[in-house]
């Protein structure tokens, strides 16, 4: 009896298309840090112009925006003195070095803090002696000083130097002039708002201020004058608040009557002036003590007193809601002193805070505080080098604190 014999078929595994490879690809790059990504541009063209693309910059940044949602991280620079001149309001005597370190709140109670290296020390070789506060939008910082405006990529490690112009007339050279950043939310390109000073009343001492825009990618020699001119001067050495496609900026009240109560809006779309007023719930004796801040991409509000009778008092947060026309009353904290929020965590039960050089976290149902940075105690890494105490044994003034969002976004 004849057998047949069935011989098995060979088959042929298909290939993915080359558009799902490259779409996998594309995905995977999305969600590595930026350290890794500039390495692996070198690996080839493709990969170059996938990395380059400004889409897959933008998408990135969300990507990079949820991990912070999830897991909040701080820029910390701490700055030091050169010397101590007694007597000084404001020290003039600031190193022109200028370092970034990452991070990142512990992951549980046992676990110490770590700071980690996310940019070469940069010495600008005495071109500045004194520092403002910085500002922070999409992985980009503006760093303003008494002679130059700086703007950074930590992540990138890219670095500039903004233009110099003669539009300020006052206070040449002493005093930082205050310096934003934002995203102008109708073309996404981001922007650098300056104050400057045109003269100062002799009677009422009260400034006339104009302020001009340094569009990133476009304008790469000049200032923009800003017109017409803001509604009311601004406060010197305060940094203003971006948050809603607008900064926020804090009015100096000094010799105007009437005082306004409110804060001035620069919209950064169509660069018009507006003033938002202070929540009507806010006490107007603390109409000049309360501190701005973005927060995960609202606008906070923190009164405080600065009176030594209500140093006890609770610190009381509002949040700007109704298209900037309308505060809400979000928290209160039992926090003496001068704290204010700086992350929320996830779940919305708790919040980082930061008082002074202490970084805490703040349990919003029980009301707990417990201390989980001491900025002047941690380590600094810095790449292929030791671990160092922050300052380096010079004498430390202050440590510049913000939110920060790792990105691609080029300067």
């Given at each position: ?69 999830q897991n909040p991280s701080l820029l910390v620079t701490p700055h ?37 290296f996310v940019m070469h020390s940069d010495d600008f070789l005495e ?285």
């Amino acid at each position: 009896m004849d057998m047949k014999v069935c011989k098995r078929r060979k088959t042929t595994k298909v290939p993915p298309p080359a558009e799902l490879l490259d779409e996998l690809v594309t995905e995977i790059l999305l969600r590595l840090p930026v350290k890794s990504l500039l390495r692996f541009k070198s690996v080839s063209k493709a990969w170059r112009a996938t990395i380059s693309d400004p889409f897959f910059v933008r998408s990135h940044l969300r990507q990079s925006a949820s991990r912070c949602r999830q897991n909040p991280s701080l820029l910390v620079t701490p700055h030091t003195l050169e010397h101590v001149i007694d007597g000084e309001p404001w020290p003039s005597t600031f190193s022109s070095d200028i370092s970034f370190y990452q991070w990142q709140p512990p992951s549980s109670e046992e676990e110490e803090s770590e700071v980690r290296f996310v940019m070469h020390s940069d010495d600008f070789l005495e071109e500045f002696n004194s520092v403002c506060y910085f500002a922070h939008c999409d992985g980009l910082v503006v760093a303003p000083t008494n002679t130059n405006v700086y703007l950074f990529n930590p992540a990138t490690r890219d670095a500039m130097r903004l233009p110099v112009n003669d539009r300020n007339k006052m206070y040449q050279y002493v005093a930082c002039l205050p310096a934003g950043l934002g995203r102008d939310p109708r073309t996404g390109r981001h922007k650098v708002v300056r104050a400057f000073y045109r003269s100062r009343n002799p009677l009422t001492g009260v400034h006339d201020m104009g302020m001009e825009v340094f569009t990133v990618g476009v304008d790469s020699d000049s200032w923009r004058e800003i017109t017409p001119n803001p509604l009311y001067p601004v406060a010197e050495w305060i940094t203003p608040v971006f948050a809603k496609g607008a900064l926020f900026w804090i009015i100096e009240k000094r010799g105007l009557d009437p005082s306004p109560r409110g804060i001035l809006r620069l919209s950064l779309d169509d660069e018009s002036f507006s003033v938002t007023h202070l929540p009507d719930s806010l006490d107007p004796a603390l109409d000049e003590s309360f501190i701005l801040d973005e927060v995960h991409g609202e606008l906070f509000l923190t009164a405080f007193s600065s009176s030594e009778l209500t140093w006890r008092k609770p610190l009381n947060i509002w949040t700007l809601v109704e298209q900037d026309t309308r505060w809400e009353h979000r928290y209160t904290l039992d926090v003496s002193g001068m704290a204010h929020p700086v992350a929320l965590l996830p779940g919305g039960g708790a919040m980082i805070v930061r008082a002074s050089h202490y970084i805490s976290r703040y349990d919003l149902q029980t009301h707990e505080i417990n201390t989980i940075c001491e900025l002047e105690s941690l380590r600094y890494q810095h790449d292929g080098t030791p671990e160092e105490d922050a300052g380096s044994g010079q004498e430390i003034f202050y440590f510049n604190v913000i939110p920060y969002t790792e990105s691609l976004v080029r300067i």
